[in-house]
């Protein structure tokens, strides 16, 4: 199975809502991403999980909550969201830390903050 | 921070036509890697070179690496209408965190039938 899913496939909130992405592998990745990409632009990285552990945050606002229950699992908690926080969300995964591993991608969760 | 920019910024070609992107990045690497995304969907992986190599080849692509310039080039050969995408090429600065890649703007590609 070399397949990173993503619920849900689109999200409308509103400023005030709470929810959560998910993120899921079960490729015996160790290593999990986060990223956020805007129309027309690079993905930008936010989060990366190592063995289960935060190993970078790139100085994302507090609004976004990662979360990595197990070596499996990625969630990523939203709250108080802005309008400017809408994008295309994209988890991915990849094996450890090693120089030049492949990084597998999902297919992205559609974020509309109303 | 945007490391890689890539050139042109969008390219359109009839099928059977080869396609060149380049990727210009401004710091030592590890290594570079080239990603496909189709149309709002995620990426995938299609090739890396090392720092230490200079070219690669990979089926129909053909990636090219010059740490002098600091440049990489991308070459798809007899190109498809399903090659239709856009092309990002990502670096793995050296000395820094193994886990991160740093994106070019990325080339769009249409591949006319």
């Known amino acids: 199975d070399t397949e990173v899913t993503q619920t849900p496939k689109h999200l409308v909130m509103g400023m005030t809502n709470k929810k959560s992405l998910k993120c899921e592998q079960h490729m015996g990745h160790r290593a999990m991403y986060w990223y956020k990409q805007k129309a027309k632009k690079p993905p930008e990285l936010m989060f990366v999980y190592s063995y289960e552990k935060l190993s970078i945050n790139e100085s994302v606002p507090s609004r976004f909550s990662p979360e990595c229950p197990n070596s499996s699992l990625l969630n990523l908690h939203l709250h108080a969201l802005q309008p400017e926080d809408s994008a295309l969300y994209l988890c991915?995964?990849?094996?450890?830390?090693?120089?030049?591993?492949?990084?597998?991608f999902g297919p992205g969760t559609r974020l509309t903050v109303l | 921070s945007q490391q890689g920019e890539e050139d042109p910024q969008a390219l359109s070609i009839q099928e059977g036509e080869n396609a060149t992107m380049n990727c210009s990045y401004k710091t030592s690497i590890n290594n570079l890697q080239w990603y496909r995304q189709n149309s709002g969907r995620g990426l995938v992986h299609l090739i890396l070179?090392?720092?230490?190599?200079r070219e690669k080849h990979s089926g129909r692509l053909r990636v090219t690496l010059d740490t002098s310039k600091k440049s990489s080039s991308l070459l798809i050969t007899a190109s498809r209408a399903a090659d239709t995408a856009s092309y990002f090429c990502a670096t793995e600065d050296s000395g820094g965190s193994n886990y991160k890649l740093t994106f070019g703007k990325g080339t769009l590609l249409t591949v006319n039938p």
């Open positions: 070179i090392r720092s230490n190599e």
């Open positions: 991915a995964s990849s094996q450890a830390d090693r120089e030049g591993d492949e990084q597998f």
